[in-house]
């Protein structure tokens, strides 16, 4: 029944917002100019892109209009907190990744310098400790329906989303000579943390035995779930969602170890 009741409201334009289908193509068309302005000036060296890095770039692009302009969007705010988990997993773990591989150096190290971002504010520890006391602070009960009450709240916590899900991958994927990525041996400590700092929170939320949300029944109801039920299908799909990218992420970089792995 959730499937298929997904799936009805999916192929219902009713529900997909025409607003983030017109940002998206904004988004896309501002790449590829700047792009192929920049491989043709003075930055061409820095500006290199490939067309694996493009290809990455657009499927970012078309992730961020399914997380947000599709009935998934809607859904999320509105009926089952399980596709709010989806939601921002397609933001975190999926799209920030293939938006950082695909961006070019320049200008991306000039904005960072531009801003004076100190290095340090990169470090394994730092971007650890950012994404899990944002993304726990958004979930405790009271600010989360905070953000299903107030538009602008909610906007507030998807940018900070998108803003910590580059503080998680930068370690991995940074494009910046200045923020250099991990070796391979501190990659695989990196994703091992990344995997089990979350795990025991979300694994006491699965188990709760009380709603913990302002989710409506008839809501859960309409996909043949109760709002616990929805609860904790939301918070196991949060464990697998983090789990597949980051021991996929393992696994590469096991693939690749030789005796330097551990070097510094």
């Not at 970012?60 to 509105?78: T, W």
């Not at 944002?134 to 989303?161: A, C, K, S, W």
């Not at 006491?204 to 008839?218: D, E, R, V």
Request: proline share 5%; hydrophobic share 55%.
């Amino acid at each position: 029944m959730y499937l298929h009741e997904f799936w009805q409201l999916f192929i219902d334009l009713v529900h997909w917002q025409l607003d983030v289908i017109v940002q998206a193509i904004v988004i896309e068309v501002l790449y590829l100019f700047m792009v192929s302005r920049l491989q043709r000036g003075a930055h061409a060296e820095n500006a290199v892109t490939t067309r694996l890095r493009t290809t990455l770039f657009t499927l970012g692009v078309i992730v961020f209009l399914l997380a947000f302009g599709s009935p998934i969007n809607f859904i999320s705010d509105d009926l089952l907190f399980s596709m709010h988990s989806v939601q921002h997993l397609l933001e975190i773990m999926i799209m920030t990744p293939l938006w950082l591989a695909g961006i070019p150096k320049y200008p991306f190290d000039r904005v960072v310098s531009w801003v004076h971002l100190p290095a340090t504010l990169f470090h394994p520890v730092a971007t650890l400790a950012v994404f899990n006391v944002v993304f726990f602070f958004f979930h405790i009960p009271r600010v989360y329906d905070l953000t299903l009450q107030n538009e602008y709240f909610h906007l507030l916590e998807h940018g900070m989303f998108f803003i910590i899900s580059i503080f998680l991958w930068m370690p991995i994927l940074s494009p910046l000579d200045q923020i250099p990525r991990l070796t391979l041996g501190k990659r695989l400590l990196y994703v091992f943390f990344v995997i089990n700092l979350a795990m025991p929170a979300e694994i006491f939320l699965i188990l709760a035995q009380h709603t913990l949300y302002a989710y409506s029944a008839s809501g859960a109801a309409l996909f043949g779930m109760s709002v616990l039920g929805d609860q904790q299908l939301g918070f196991l799909l949060m464990i697998v969602g983090m789990f597949v990218p980051m021991i996929s992420v393992g696994i590469y970089t096991f693939s690749r170890y030789d005796s330097s792995v551990w070097n510094m």
